[in-house]
Structures are given as C-alpha cells and as structure tokens.
C-alpha cells in the first residue's frame, strides 16, 4: 500500500510507542525490555479519519509500526530469558 498520510509540521514532534516485556521468576527474579518505536506512527493531527481511504492508510501506518515494536519487544526478552537460563544451567552443572 503506498502511504499518501500527508506529512504537516506536527510530524516533526514524533510518537513514542513503548512495549515492556517482563518475566518475573518464581524467585522474584525480574527480566524486563523495554522498546520504543518512533517511526511511522502518525500524530494525532496527521491521522486522517475524514475518509475510509485516510483512516486506513493512516491505521496502517501506526499498525505496521506497533506490530515491528511488538515482535522487537519479545525477540529481545526471549533472547535475555534464554541467557538467564542458560546462565543457571551452567552454574548448576559446576
């Protein structure tokens, strides 16, 4: 889909969309990420719900972003639980 969101001045003034991913042990043990996506959402002013084209165009625009912060998000808190893991598989095998 090719993106026709007009780009006014409120576009310099960007979104900040955060997911935080947290594991939480049974011992208390606390692993969390944090990720922001910045790019692609579209303000307030720029989201165009005067048509079902503008709404569309727009909704897909913030869409696209939340989901690559998403997928990002739990890449990222996968990839710090394994290391815990195979930290304490590695101190138990000591």
């Known amino acids: 889909?090719?993106?026709?969101?007009?780009?006014?001045?409120?576009?310099?003034d960007k979104i900040k969309l955060e997911f935080i991913a947290r594991i939480t042990t049974p011992?208390?043990?606390?692993?969390?990420?944090?990720?922001?996506?910045?790019d692609g959402i579209p303000?307030?002013?720029d989201f165009d719900i005067s048509t079902k084209k503008g709404f569309l165009e727009s909704f897909d625009a913030?869409?696209?972003?939340a989901l690559a912060a998403r997928n990002k998000a739990g890449e990222e808190i996968t990839?710090?639980?394994?290391?815990?893991v195979s930290k304490?598989?590695?101190k138990k095998q000591k």
């Open 27 to 38: 011992d208390g043990e606390v692993i969390e990420r944090i990720v922001e996506a910045e």
């Open 62 to 65: 913030y869409e696209k972003a």
């Open 1 to 12: 889909m090719e993106r026709t969101i007009p780009l006014s001045e409120a576009m310099k």
């Open 79 to 84: 990839a710090e639980y394994l290391a815990e």
């Open 43 to 45: 303000v307030p002013d």
């Open 88 to 90: 304490k598989n590695e």
